[in-house]
Nanobody, 126 residues
Framework: QVQLVESGGGLVQAGGSLRLSCAAS????????MGWFRQAPGKEREFVAT????????NYADSVKGRFAISRDNAKTMVYLQMNSLLPEDTAVYYC???????????????????WGQGTQVTVSS
């Protein structure tokens, strides 16, 4: 069982930056690939970024590539999402997710994730 708690959301102007954090419980954090997803009002939840168990591989949605960066600290059981050059269309609830999977797996599909956090709101004003 893994519990995930996101933090770091808030209100920011377009062009600004935010850093989201996700704290994971459990001693087997390094056995999980981690991902960030988001859901805007009236839209389905969508993939944002993912990172492999060791942190050696990452993958991003095209809409955030070059602006967002995912990272993890297995010793601290934390995963981060650094968001730069934010746009109003980045406004959404951001969710952290964990997937029990193989060492180098890169997972973009929501259905492959086993555990989810409660989400943190990010609002980007124009």
């Amino acid at each position: 069982q893994v519990q995930l708690v996101e933090s770091g959301g808030g209100l920011v102007q377009a062009g600004g930056s935010l850093r989201l954090s996700c704290a994971a419980s459990g001693r087997t954090f390094s056995s999980y690939a981690m991902g960030w997803f988001r859901q805007a009002p009236g839209k389905e939840r969508e993939f944002v970024a993912t990172i492999s168990r060791s942190g050696g591989s990452t993958n991003y949605a095209d809409s955030v590539k070059g602006r967002f960066a995912i990272s993890r600290d297995n010793a601290k059981t934390m995963v981060y999402l650094q968001m730069n050059s934010l746009l109003p269309e980045d406004t959404a609830v951001y969710y952290c997710a964990a997937a029990y999977t193989g060492l180098n797996a890169i997972l973009r599909r929501e259905s492959t994730y086993d555990y989810w956090g409660q989400g943190t709101q990010v609002t980007v004003s124009s």
